[in-house]
Nanobody, 119 residues
Framework: QVQLVESGGGLVQVGDSLRLSCAASGSVSNTFVMGWYRQREGRERDLVATITHDGTINYRDNGKGRFTISRDSEKNTIYLQMNSVLPGDTAVYYC?????????????WGQGTQVTVSS
């Protein structure tokens, strides 16, 4: 089992910056991918960005250029720096951890953190 604890969400204004954190603990393997997903009201959960154990990063277009994913390998923690936020960024942001190679098992989610962007 892997436990994920997210933090950093809240209410911000358009154009503000925000940093989300996700700390992984438990049976964390050496090969994995961690990522941020978001779910806006009434929509499916979408990928925001992922980062692997070796630092390979992938962004979905929805935040590319405004969002930056990073990690602290010593702390088993990833971050999502969100800049110039927009009302469309309002969503519940979820952290995900998957063991690589991915077999469908060892796929864990955090409880989610709400980000609300007010105009």
């Amino acid at each position: 089992q892997v436990q994920l604890v997210e933090s950093g969400g809240g209410l911000v204004q358009v154009g503000d910056s925000l940093r989300l954190s996700c700390a992984a603990s438990g049976s964390v393997s050496n090969t994995f991918v961690m990522g941020w997903y978001r779910q806006r009201e009434g929509r499916e959960r979408d990928l925001v960005a992922t980062i692997t154990h070796d630092g390979t990063i992938n962004y979905r277009d929805n935040g590319k250029g405004r969002f930056t994913i990073s990690r602290d390998s010593e702390k088993n923690t990833i971050y999502l720096q969100m800049n110039s936020v927009l009302p469309g960024d309002t969503a519940v942001y979820y952290c995900n951890w998957r063991r690589l190679p991915f077999s469908g098992r060892h796929d864990y989610w955090g409880q989610g953190t709400q980000v609300t962007v007010s105009s």
